[in-house]
């Protein structure tokens, strides 16, 4: 009997990173795309409304490519998906591949902004007058989608920017699956939530994260299907439900909001850099705590996440007064 079956993968071997694709099997044509052509009802710019989206210049989820398109893989309640967005003048073209094709299609105009209002939003700052008026496309996109805002975010806690977007890049790319259709090379769709809870202690070592975040994220893709509940509720509600995970507080449950919910008032506190950089733009103190930072985004309750955003996009920051955080590789200990 022996050398008759291809080897099956066991648990172990799925714990371990290697689960063997037994040989002779013919590589699958990718279907032909499904279509969805939308047109906004004003200005739309591509890169600003997904750009929140992207984790890192590597990130295997996303791709923005040099003729404007933009590429994303992801995982819905229907299966994996693979989107491409492009613009033409004033009308918007997504093509979608895979079992979330269709899911991807349908939450399209939400996901570039046709459930935010900007016009609700009343600059009462010479700056963010100016922002707004220079970045016309600005609209908060709104996924649909809690998990692949979550994971990404947990990882970002309490490390360099550079650290966690490297966390991301090696586990979806270990652990992940290749992107549905002709999406560009090495295009993962993330793992699912069991793929994430069987990954070894020693793989999240090697990728950097140490085990209270790993933990955070165990704990969350235990209740994954209760963490996705929250996008039907109301931001406020929805941040409510995270923060009930320990490891998730504010900062971390404002992040997911801002992506899955496009809300426009969900400001992130507990940032390292961000209320220095809105009380400098705003008040010309960039010691501003995150009281301050708040008080000073009082007037635009309701559009405080719009607000920051458009003083970031200002590029009105103060000048590094201090050498950037060293980054630390657990990796290598």
């Known amino acids: ?3 008759r079956f291809a080897q099956r993968p066991t648990r172990t071997t799925v714990r371990g990173g290697h689960v063997g694709v037994p040989a002779g099997i013919p590589r699958q044509v990718p279907a032909p795309a499904r279509v969805r052509t939308w047109v906004p ?3 739309l710019d591509l890169g600003l409304v997904l750009g929140p989206l992207r984790r890192g210049p590597g990130d295997p989820t996303f791709r923005a490519m040099p003729d404007g398109s933009v590429w994303r893989a992801t995982r819905t309640p229907a299966g994996p998906g693979t989107l491409r967005v492009s613009a033409r003048g004033a009308r918007v073209r997504g ?5 979330g094709a269709e899911w991807l299609l349908d939450g399209l105009p939400e996901l570039l902004g046709a459930a935010d209002d900007p016009s609700a939003f009343v600059p009462r700052h010479r700056l963010l007058a100016l922002s707004q008026h220079r970045r016309p496309g600005l609209r908060l996109t709104r996924t649909g989608l809690v998990m692949e805002s979550l994971i990404p975010s947990v990882l970002e806690q309490k490390v360099t920017t550079d650290e966690a977007y490297r966390a991301w890049r090696l586990l979806v790319r270990k652990y992940g699956e290749p992107a549905p259709g002709p999406a560009p090379a090495r295009m993962c769709v993330m793992p699912d939530a069991r ?3 069987l990954i070894p202690s020693w793989e999240w ?21 209760r963490m996705e509940e929250a996008v039907r509720m109301p931001p406020a509600q929805a941040q409510a439900r995270l923060e009930v995970l320990p490891g998730i507080g504010p900062w971390t449950s ?12 969900a400001v992130t506190v507990g940032d390292l850099h961000l209320p220095g950089i809105v009380g400098f733009a705003l008040a010309g103190d960039r010691d501003a705590d995150d009281a301050l930072m708040l008080e000073l985004l009082e007037p635009y309750a309701g559009q405080r996440h719009r607000a920051a955003r458009l003083i970031l996009l200002s590029g009105r920051v103060p000048a590094r007064r201090a050498p950037k955080m060293p980054r630390v590789d657990i990796g290598r200990l």
């Open 195 to 197: 793929t994430w809870s």
């Open 41 to 43: 009802d004003g200005p």
């Open 95 to 99: 093509e979608a591949w895979g079992p």
């Open 205 to 225: 070592h090697r990728a950097g994260v140490d085990n209270k975040r790993a933990s955070t994220i165990l704990r969350a893709v235990r209740v994954a299907a």
């Open 254 to 265: 404002a992040e997911v909001v801002q992506r899955s919910h496009g809300a426009p008032d």
């Open 1 to 3: 009997m022996a050398g």
